[in-house]
Protein backbone atom coordinates (compact mmCIF):
# COMPACT_ATOMS: atom_id res chain seq x y z
CA UNK A 1 0.00 0.00 0.00
CA UNK A 2 1.11 3.14 -0.99
CA UNK A 3 1.71 5.77 2.12
CA UNK A 4 -0.17 8.87 1.89
CA UNK A 5 1.51 12.42 2.29
CA UNK A 6 -0.95 15.24 1.70
CA UNK A 7 0.04 18.33 3.00
CA UNK A 8 -2.21 20.61 4.74
CA UNK A 9 -4.22 23.73 3.29
CA UNK A 10 -5.89 26.42 4.90
CA UNK A 11 -9.05 24.08 5.16
CA UNK A 12 -7.75 20.68 5.14
CA UNK A 13 -5.04 18.95 7.94
CA UNK A 14 -2.05 17.19 6.85
CA UNK A 15 -2.34 13.64 6.45
CA UNK A 16 1.00 11.18 6.35
CA UNK A 17 1.03 7.92 6.53
CA UNK A 18 4.21 5.33 7.40
CA UNK A 19 3.29 1.78 6.93
CA UNK A 20 6.67 0.51 7.71
CA UNK A 21 6.66 2.27 11.32
CA UNK A 22 2.66 1.70 11.68
CA UNK A 23 1.78 5.42 12.42
CA UNK A 24 -0.84 7.61 11.20
CA UNK A 25 -0.24 11.45 11.57
CA UNK A 26 -3.00 14.20 10.85
CA UNK A 27 -2.82 17.71 12.24
CA UNK A 28 -4.67 21.01 11.40
CA UNK A 29 -7.96 21.89 11.03
CA UNK A 30 -10.43 20.23 8.90
CA UNK A 31 -13.28 21.55 7.02
CA UNK A 32 -13.43 20.77 3.41
CA UNK A 33 -15.99 20.90 1.01
CA UNK A 34 -15.77 17.35 0.18
CA UNK A 35 -14.63 15.19 3.24
CA UNK A 36 -15.20 11.68 2.17
CA UNK A 37 -13.27 12.58 -0.97
CA UNK A 38 -10.43 13.96 1.64
CA UNK A 39 -10.42 11.26 3.55
CA UNK A 40 -11.63 8.29 1.67
CA UNK A 41 -7.65 7.74 0.90
CA UNK A 42 -6.57 7.58 4.71
CA UNK A 43 -9.81 5.08 5.02
CA UNK A 44 -8.71 2.94 2.66
CA UNK A 45 -4.87 2.94 3.79
CA UNK A 46 -6.00 1.99 7.70
CA UNK A 47 -8.16 -0.32 6.30
CA UNK A 48 -5.86 -2.06 4.25
CA UNK A 49 -3.08 -1.70 7.54
CA UNK A 50 -5.42 -3.27 9.77
CA UNK A 51 -6.68 -5.90 7.23
CA UNK A 52 -2.52 -6.66 6.59
CA UNK A 53 -0.69 -9.03 9.38
CA UNK A 54 1.58 -5.97 9.52
CA UNK A 55 1.72 -5.02 12.96
CA UNK A 56 0.39 -1.88 15.89
CA UNK A 57 -1.29 0.86 14.20
CA UNK A 58 -0.58 4.10 16.04
CA UNK A 59 -2.24 7.61 15.30
CA UNK A 60 -1.13 10.79 16.47
CA UNK A 61 -3.56 13.23 16.03
CA UNK A 62 -2.83 17.41 16.44
CA UNK A 63 -6.27 18.29 15.06
CA UNK A 64 -7.65 21.65 15.87
CA UNK A 65 -11.23 22.35 14.31
CA UNK A 66 -13.29 19.41 12.37
CA UNK A 67 -16.44 19.96 10.66
CA UNK A 68 -19.32 17.43 10.92
CA UNK A 69 -18.57 15.45 7.98
CA UNK A 70 -14.81 15.66 9.12
CA UNK A 71 -15.85 14.39 12.87
CA UNK A 72 -18.24 12.02 11.04
CA UNK A 73 -15.06 10.40 9.54
CA UNK A 74 -13.01 10.30 12.36
CA UNK A 75 -15.09 8.17 13.90
CA UNK A 76 -15.60 6.08 11.36
CA UNK A 77 -11.80 5.83 12.08
CA UNK A 78 -11.90 5.19 15.58
CA UNK A 79 -14.84 2.28 14.71
CA UNK A 80 -12.26 0.77 12.27
CA UNK A 81 -9.44 1.39 15.84
CA UNK A 82 -11.65 -0.69 18.06
CA UNK A 83 -12.90 -3.64 15.69
CA UNK A 84 -8.95 -4.11 15.22
CA UNK A 85 -8.59 -3.67 18.91
CA UNK A 86 -11.46 -6.20 19.61
CA UNK A 87 -9.49 -8.85 17.06
CA UNK A 88 -6.34 -8.66 19.53
CA UNK A 89 -4.78 -5.89 17.34
CA UNK A 90 -2.58 -3.20 19.13
CA UNK A 91 -3.96 0.03 17.84
CA UNK A 92 -3.60 3.09 19.84
CA UNK A 93 -3.67 7.17 19.36
CA UNK A 94 -2.36 9.82 21.02
CA UNK A 95 -3.88 13.48 20.38
CA UNK A 96 -2.27 16.57 20.87
CA UNK A 97 -3.47 19.75 21.83
CA UNK A 98 -2.21 23.16 23.09
CA UNK A 99 -2.13 23.57 26.41
CA UNK A 100 -3.35 27.00 25.63
CA UNK A 101 -6.73 25.90 24.22
CA UNK A 102 -8.26 23.36 26.66
CA UNK A 103 -11.39 23.11 24.80
CA UNK A 104 -9.56 20.56 22.11
CA UNK A 105 -9.05 18.61 25.22
CA UNK A 106 -12.71 18.26 25.99
CA UNK A 107 -13.41 17.27 22.26
CA UNK A 108 -10.59 14.23 22.34
CA UNK A 109 -12.65 13.44 25.52
CA UNK A 110 -16.36 13.10 23.58
CA UNK A 111 -13.76 10.99 20.53
CA UNK A 112 -12.23 8.68 23.30
CA UNK A 113 -16.01 7.91 25.03
CA UNK A 114 -16.78 5.02 23.17
CA UNK A 115 -12.68 3.44 23.03
CA UNK A 116 -11.58 1.00 24.88
CA UNK A 117 -8.14 0.96 23.14
CA UNK A 118 -5.26 2.95 24.44
CA UNK A 119 -6.35 6.92 23.50
CA UNK A 120 -4.35 9.42 25.19
CA UNK A 121 -5.30 13.20 25.45
CA UNK A 122 -1.88 14.56 25.83
CA UNK A 123 -1.17 19.15 26.41
CA UNK A 124 1.86 20.23 24.66
CA UNK B 1 -50.01 -45.29 -0.36
CA UNK B 2 -52.78 -43.30 -1.22
CA UNK B 3 -50.62 -40.26 -1.74
CA UNK B 4 -52.21 -39.19 -4.82
CA UNK B 5 -55.37 -37.14 -5.19
CA UNK B 6 -57.09 -39.49 -7.23
CA UNK B 7 -56.60 -42.53 -5.24
CA UNK B 8 -57.37 -40.75 -1.89
CA UNK B 9 -60.63 -39.85 -4.07
CA UNK B 10 -60.90 -43.85 -4.76
CA UNK B 11 -60.42 -44.28 -1.30
CA UNK B 12 -62.98 -42.05 0.21
CA UNK B 13 -65.72 -43.13 -2.63
CA UNK B 14 -64.87 -47.24 -1.30
CA UNK B 15 -65.08 -46.13 2.39
CA UNK B 16 -68.54 -44.31 1.56
CA UNK B 17 -69.81 -47.33 -0.38
CA UNK B 18 -68.89 -50.03 2.07
CA UNK B 19 -70.38 -47.98 4.82
CA UNK B 20 -73.61 -47.74 2.79
CA UNK B 21 -73.93 -51.46 2.59
CA UNK B 22 -75.06 -53.23 5.76
CA UNK B 23 -73.24 -56.50 4.19
CA UNK B 24 -69.65 -55.09 4.30
CA UNK B 25 -67.06 -58.01 6.12
CA UNK B 26 -65.00 -56.64 8.76
CA UNK B 27 -61.72 -57.47 6.80
CA UNK B 28 -62.70 -55.12 4.20
CA UNK B 29 -63.51 -51.99 6.85
CA UNK B 30 -60.17 -53.09 8.23
CA UNK B 31 -58.43 -52.91 4.79
CA UNK B 32 -60.12 -49.00 4.59
CA UNK B 33 -59.48 -48.13 7.86
CA UNK B 34 -56.03 -48.78 6.93
CA UNK B 35 -56.02 -46.90 4.67
CA UNK B 36 -57.31 -43.60 6.01
CA UNK B 37 -54.82 -43.97 9.22
CA UNK B 38 -52.44 -43.93 6.51
CA UNK B 39 -53.19 -40.83 5.25
CA UNK B 40 -54.19 -39.01 8.37
CA UNK B 41 -50.44 -39.72 9.90
CA UNK B 42 -49.10 -38.60 6.41
CA UNK B 43 -51.09 -35.22 6.43
CA UNK B 44 -49.81 -34.46 10.24
CA UNK B 45 -46.63 -34.73 9.25
CA UNK B 46 -46.80 -33.01 6.45
CA UNK B 47 -48.63 -30.16 8.91
CA UNK B 48 -45.82 -30.40 10.94
CA UNK B 49 -43.55 -29.74 8.98
CA UNK B 50 -44.90 -27.02 7.35
CA UNK B 51 -45.39 -25.28 11.08
CA UNK B 52 -41.83 -25.83 11.17
CA UNK B 53 -41.47 -23.81 8.28
CA UNK B 54 -43.11 -20.96 9.30
CA UNK B 55 -41.96 -20.63 12.26
CA UNK B 56 -38.25 -20.53 11.20
CA UNK B 57 -39.22 -17.51 8.40
CA UNK B 58 -41.18 -15.91 11.51
CA UNK B 59 -38.13 -16.13 13.96
CA UNK B 60 -35.89 -15.09 10.82
CA UNK B 61 -37.98 -11.81 9.87
CA UNK B 62 -37.86 -11.40 14.33
CA UNK B 63 -33.84 -11.36 14.33
CA UNK B 64 -34.12 -9.39 11.07
CA UNK B 65 -35.55 -6.90 12.71
CA UNK B 66 -33.84 -6.57 15.88
CA UNK B 67 -30.65 -6.39 13.65
CA UNK B 68 -32.37 -3.61 12.37
CA UNK B 69 -33.57 -2.16 15.25
CA UNK B 70 -29.83 -2.43 17.08
CA UNK B 71 -28.43 -0.85 13.71
CA UNK B 72 -30.99 1.85 14.07
CA UNK B 73 -30.18 2.95 17.62
CA UNK B 74 -26.16 2.75 17.17
CA UNK B 75 -26.58 4.92 14.07
CA UNK B 76 -28.74 7.05 15.92
CA UNK B 77 -26.19 7.21 18.90
CA UNK B 78 -23.65 7.56 16.57
CA UNK B 79 -25.82 10.74 14.75
CA UNK B 80 -26.29 12.07 18.44
CA UNK B 81 -22.27 12.46 19.32
CA UNK B 82 -21.72 13.90 15.91
CA UNK B 83 -24.00 16.46 16.69
CA UNK B 84 -23.10 16.96 20.27
CA UNK B 85 -19.04 17.60 18.85
CA UNK B 86 -20.11 19.94 16.25
CA UNK B 87 -22.35 21.95 18.49
CA UNK B 88 -18.89 22.04 20.83
CA UNK B 89 -16.58 22.87 18.02
CA UNK B 90 -18.83 25.78 17.06
CA UNK B 91 -18.83 27.07 20.73
CA UNK B 92 -15.27 27.04 20.13
CA UNK B 93 -15.19 28.97 17.30
CA UNK B 94 -17.64 31.22 18.54
CA UNK B 95 -15.44 31.86 21.45
CA UNK B 96 -12.61 32.38 19.77
CA UNK B 97 -14.33 34.74 17.38
CA UNK B 98 -14.99 36.84 20.69
CA UNK B 99 -11.63 36.68 21.53
CA UNK B 100 -10.55 37.73 18.76
CA UNK B 101 -13.00 40.98 18.05
CA UNK B 102 -12.13 42.09 21.55
CA UNK B 103 -8.03 41.73 20.85
CA UNK B 104 -8.52 43.63 17.84
CA UNK B 105 -10.12 46.45 19.44
CA UNK B 106 -8.77 46.11 23.14
CA UNK B 107 -5.39 47.09 24.39
CA UNK B 108 -3.66 44.26 25.68
CA UNK B 109 -1.89 45.90 28.22
CA UNK B 110 -4.72 48.07 30.16
CA UNK B 111 -8.05 46.54 28.36
CA UNK B 112 -9.20 49.81 26.81
CA UNK B 113 -9.80 50.31 23.41
CA UNK B 114 -6.83 50.57 21.31
CA UNK B 115 -6.03 53.06 18.47
CA UNK B 116 -7.32 50.90 15.64
CA UNK B 117 -10.85 51.29 17.10
CA UNK B 118 -10.76 54.31 18.20
CA UNK B 119 -9.50 55.49 14.76
CA UNK B 120 -13.06 53.83 13.56
CA UNK B 121 -14.73 55.68 16.26
CA UNK B 122 -13.49 58.80 15.00
CA UNK B 123 -14.18 58.01 11.68
CA UNK B 124 -17.84 57.66 12.57
CA UNK B 125 -18.17 60.74 14.48
CA UNK B 126 -16.97 62.37 11.68
CA UNK B 127 -19.34 61.57 9.43
CA UNK B 128 -21.85 61.64 11.65
CA UNK B 129 -20.96 65.27 12.08
CA UNK B 130 -19.93 65.49 8.29
CA UNK B 131 -23.99 64.68 8.16
CA UNK B 132 -25.16 67.73 10.17
CA UNK B 133 -25.45 65.25 13.30
CA UNK B 134 -23.72 66.09 16.38
CA UNK B 135 -20.29 66.71 16.62
CA UNK B 136 -17.90 65.63 19.32
CA UNK B 137 -14.96 66.82 21.00
CA UNK B 138 -11.61 65.02 21.32
CA UNK B 139 -9.06 64.94 24.18
CA UNK B 140 -5.33 63.34 24.47
CA UNK B 141 -3.76 62.67 27.73
CA UNK B 142 -0.41 61.91 28.25
CA UNK B 143 0.94 60.53 31.80
CA UNK B 144 3.52 62.98 32.71
CA UNK B 145 7.51 62.07 33.82
CA UNK B 146 6.01 58.63 32.49
CA UNK B 147 10.45 58.06 31.49
CA UNK B 148 11.06 58.63 34.70
CA UNK B 149 9.10 55.69 36.18
CA UNK B 150 10.38 53.31 33.28
CA UNK B 151 13.76 54.55 33.82
CA UNK B 152 14.06 54.01 37.89
CA UNK B 153 11.50 51.16 38.64
CA UNK B 154 11.61 49.35 35.30
CA UNK B 155 8.68 48.53 32.75
CA UNK B 156 7.00 45.93 34.95
CA UNK B 157 6.32 49.18 37.12
CA UNK B 158 5.65 51.44 34.08
CA UNK B 159 3.19 48.84 32.98
CA UNK B 160 1.16 48.67 36.49
CA UNK B 161 1.43 53.02 36.49
CA UNK B 162 -0.19 52.87 33.04
CA UNK B 163 -3.04 50.46 34.05
CA UNK B 164 -3.72 52.76 37.00
CA UNK B 165 -3.71 55.74 35.31
CA UNK B 166 -6.04 53.77 32.36
CA UNK B 167 -8.45 52.51 35.55
CA UNK B 168 -8.39 55.75 36.85
CA UNK B 169 -9.83 57.36 33.65
CA UNK B 170 -12.41 55.53 32.41
CA UNK B 171 -14.11 55.94 36.02
CA UNK B 172 -15.65 59.34 35.70
CA UNK B 173 -16.49 59.11 32.08
CA UNK B 174 -20.54 59.17 31.04
CA UNK B 175 -21.12 55.99 29.64
CA UNK B 176 -21.32 56.63 26.33
CA UNK B 177 -17.78 58.38 26.01
CA UNK B 178 -14.70 56.64 25.01
CA UNK B 179 -11.03 56.00 26.19
CA UNK B 180 -8.33 54.29 24.55
CA UNK B 181 -4.93 53.86 24.49
CA UNK B 182 -3.33 56.06 21.82
CA UNK B 183 -0.05 54.82 22.52
CA UNK B 184 3.24 54.07 24.70
CA UNK B 185 1.96 56.75 27.80
CA UNK B 186 -0.86 58.61 25.95
CA UNK B 187 -4.31 58.00 26.04
CA UNK B 188 -7.18 59.38 23.94
CA UNK B 189 -10.91 60.44 24.84
CA UNK B 190 -13.64 60.94 22.45
CA UNK B 191 -16.55 62.72 23.54
CA UNK B 192 -19.37 62.05 20.91
CA UNK B 193 -21.91 64.56 21.21
CA UNK B 194 -20.30 66.78 23.24
CA UNK B 195 -18.31 70.25 23.08
CA UNK B 196 -15.41 71.35 24.66
CA UNK B 197 -17.20 72.21 28.38
CA UNK B 198 -18.40 68.04 28.31
CA UNK B 199 -14.91 67.50 27.79
CA UNK B 200 -13.45 70.18 30.00
CA UNK B 201 -15.89 68.46 32.81
CA UNK B 202 -14.66 64.65 32.47
CA UNK B 203 -11.18 66.37 32.54
CA UNK B 204 -11.41 68.00 35.68
CA UNK B 205 -12.87 64.74 36.94
CA UNK B 206 -10.30 62.38 35.60
CA UNK B 207 -7.48 65.00 37.52
CA UNK B 208 -9.52 65.25 40.48
CA UNK B 209 -9.64 61.22 40.55
CA UNK B 210 -5.73 60.66 40.03
CA UNK B 211 -5.17 63.52 43.04
CA UNK B 212 -7.08 60.75 44.89
CA UNK B 213 -5.95 57.76 44.39
CA UNK B 214 -2.28 57.61 43.98
CA UNK B 215 -0.19 54.82 42.29
CA UNK B 216 1.30 52.65 44.85
CA UNK B 217 3.92 50.68 44.12
CA UNK B 218 6.16 48.65 47.08
CA UNK B 219 4.16 50.11 49.72
CA UNK B 220 5.45 53.78 48.38
CA UNK B 221 2.47 55.66 47.21
CA UNK B 222 3.36 58.24 44.30
CA UNK B 223 0.92 60.57 43.12
CA UNK B 224 0.88 60.29 38.88
CA UNK B 225 -0.48 63.26 37.15
CA UNK B 226 -1.56 63.90 33.27
CA UNK B 227 -1.59 66.52 30.62
CA UNK B 228 -4.09 67.22 28.42
CA UNK B 229 -4.59 68.88 25.27
CA UNK B 230 -8.40 68.94 24.15
CA UNK B 231 -10.53 70.35 21.09
CA UNK B 232 -13.89 70.35 19.68
CA UNK B 233 -14.27 69.07 16.04
CA UNK B 234 -14.40 71.91 13.95
CA UNK B 235 -16.73 71.81 10.37
CA UNK B 236 -15.18 70.57 7.06
CA UNK B 237 -11.65 69.24 8.62
CA UNK B 238 -10.39 65.72 8.06
CA UNK B 239 -9.97 63.50 11.58
CA UNK B 240 -6.14 64.31 10.80
CA UNK B 241 -6.63 67.92 11.17
CA UNK B 242 -8.37 67.62 14.58
CA UNK B 243 -5.90 65.00 15.85
CA UNK B 244 -2.90 67.09 14.88
CA UNK B 245 -4.58 70.33 16.69
CA UNK B 246 -5.29 68.04 19.96
CA UNK B 247 -1.92 66.91 19.49
CA UNK B 248 -0.38 70.86 19.37
CA UNK B 249 -2.14 71.55 22.36
CA UNK B 250 -1.05 69.24 24.34
CA UNK B 251 2.78 69.87 23.52
CA UNK B 252 1.95 72.76 24.48
CA UNK B 253 0.49 71.35 27.90
CA UNK B 254 3.35 69.70 28.06
CA UNK B 255 6.06 72.39 27.41
CA UNK B 256 4.05 74.76 29.68
CA UNK B 257 4.64 72.77 32.95
CA UNK B 258 2.83 69.77 32.87
CA UNK B 259 -0.30 68.62 34.76
CA UNK B 260 -2.64 70.86 33.05
CA UNK B 261 -5.25 71.15 30.30
CA UNK B 262 -4.56 73.35 26.96
CA UNK B 263 -7.49 73.88 24.96
CA UNK B 264 -7.68 74.67 21.02
Request: hydrophobic share 40%; net charge negative.
Amino acid sequence: MQDLNIAASTSSPSIQTDWSAGMVRLGGDSYPENAFELFRPLLDWVGAYLGSDHGPLQLELRLLYLNTSSIRIMMDVLDQLEAAHGQGRAVSLRWFYDSRNARVADLAEEFREDCSFPFEIVAE
Amino acid sequence: MSTQPDSREGLERDVEAALADPATSAPVLQALLGGLYDGYRERGAMMARLMRIADQYQLAERERGQTFAQRYERQLRQLEKIVRISDQYQHMLRELNNELQRTASHDLLTGLYNRRYLFDRLTAEQAKAARGQDSFAVAMADIDFFKQINDRFGHDVGDAALCHVASVMAGPLREYDLCGRWGGEEFLLLFPGGDMAAAERAIVRIREQLRAEPFVHDGESCTLTLSFGCTAYREGETITETLKRVDEALYRAKSTGRDRLERV
